[in-house]
């Protein structure tokens, strides 16, 4: 079974720019987290799709959003870029519904902001 | 506010040692607690998880230990092996978030 895939694996960007990036979850599962993953902060959550719609949102301002589509996959927005912004992107899927709820992350975007 | 504290920030253990790392909550309505392992440049890989009605689970190296009255719970890794350096994540679950620890930096040395 293929694991959790992100796209690009790698990004350059410049400071007001802004950036979508890609997570398609393993087959089957249908609850997509977001992770911003920094040397400081360790991992901090973004938010989390369920079938198309949002559940949970992390204390991240208005300028990083997401979508998820009807296959599960999920695109994640940060508009207006800053040089923080720089860091680890991680996407995590489950199977969602009831625990066991094994989260499985996909191998991240590193995001860098110039 | 963290929700779950991870101790120590770094660990270094000689091969064939034993390697503990402890989390402590105080949301007693977390319901499952994972534990992630990360090499560099890799995402977290899922190790080993506990739900609050055991005290202990066992995946072969690692152990989970879990004391619910005292609201903290630990990775143990017996025999750690120079394989076993990467950063070691403890995390909690409510409703649908997973709240993590800051994580700990293992190192094994030879």
């Known amino acids: 079974k293929a694991g959790v895939t992100q796209t690009p694996r790698y990004l350059i960007k410049t400071r007001g720019q802004q950036v979508t990036l890609s997570c398609s979850p393993i087959s089957g599962h249908r609850s997509v987290s977001w992770y911003q993953q920094t040397p400081g902060q360790g991992l901090q959550f973004l938010f989390e799709y369920f079938s198309e719609t949002q559940r949970n949102k992390g204390n991240f301002p208005g300028r990083f959003s997401g979508r998820q589509f009807s296959n599960s996959r999920s695109e994640m927005n940060v508009s207006t870029l800053e040089l923080g912004d720089s860091a680890l992107y991680l996407c995590?899927?489950?199977?969602?519904?009831?625990?066991?709820?094994?989260?499985?992350f996909g191998p991240g975007t590193r995001l860098t902001v110039t | 506010q963290q929700q779950v504290k991870q101790s120590p920030q770094s660990l270094i253990v000689q091969k064939g040692g034993i390697s503990i790392i402890n989390c402590a909550y105080e949301?007693?309505?977390?319901?499952?607690f994972p534990w992630y392992q990360q090499f560099p440049g890799k995402g977290p890989a899922l190790l080993i998880a506990?739900?609050?009605?055991?005290s202990e689970k066992k995946e072969g190296r690692f152990t989970i230990s879990f004391n619910k009255s005292a609201k903290q719970f630990s990775l143990h890794i017996m025999d750690s092996q120079p394989g076993d350096s990467a950063t070691y994540f403890c995390a909690a679950l409510w409703g649908n978030q997973f709240y993590f620890g800051t994580g700990t930096s293992l190192t094994v040395i030879p």
């Open positions: 506990i739900r609050p009605d055991v």
């Open positions: 995590a899927s489950t199977r969602g519904g009831t625990l066991p709820y094994e989260q499985y």
């Open positions: 949301n007693t309505a977390f319901d499952y």
